[in-house]
């Protein structure tokens, strides 16, 4: 079920299936994934524009599944957020990171803490030299945090965003 543990956390891949039944709402997910998820988890941000970016990605490259999931608390079994890289690495072997935490549980070091675990993953995975976060909002400290926690190191400031890099060691 999960492809990825911390302490506290696994990583559930996105399937056409889960996207498809978060979409249609949270009793649908529960059935289909075997986790519970907050009433409000999918808002417009994730209706609109995540999941069918999302799905369309996933439809046309089935290769891409394993790159991008939901960030399920052990404890309870709740999908908190999500995490993943946006494609397969680049011709550099690049992956960009993505992630967002539900409103209920930000603030608990979930983001770092599953970041850490798929950072890790990634770096196994052929052809993956390092990890970027792009055209990260200056006043969207929450991430710069994260980000830093992380060992990123800025490599452009933008008037309104920066943008990180890790590189494998």
Excluded: C
């Excluded at 990583?11 to 009793?27: H, K, Q």
């Amino acid at each position: 079920m999960f492809t990825i543990k911390t302490n506290r956390l696994g990583f559930l891949p996105m399937t056409a299936e889960s996207i498809e039944a978060a979409l249609s709402g949270p009793a649908e997910f529960e059935h289909t994934s075997q986790v519970k998820i907050p009433e409000d988890f999918v808002n417009s941000i994730y209706r609109d524009r995540v999941f069918p970016i999302r799905l369309q990605k996933i439809t046309a490259n089935p290769k891409l599944i394993p790159w991008y999931g939901f960030i399920v608390e052990l404890e309870s079994n709740t999908v908190v957020g999500t995490i993943g890289f946006k494609s397969l690495p680049n011709e550099n072997g690049l992956v960009e990171i993505g992630y967002g935490i539900h409103h209920t549980f930000s603030g608990k070091g979930y983001a770092t803490e599953m970041a850490k675990g798929l950072i890790s993953w990634a770096f196994k995975q052929p052809g993956v030299k390092g990890i970027t976060a792009t055209d990260v909002q200056k006043d969207n400290f929450a991430s710069i945090k994260i980000l830093e926690k992380l060992g990123m190191t800025v490599t452009n400031q933008k008037v309104t965003s920066i943008d990180f890099i890790l590189y494998k060691e």
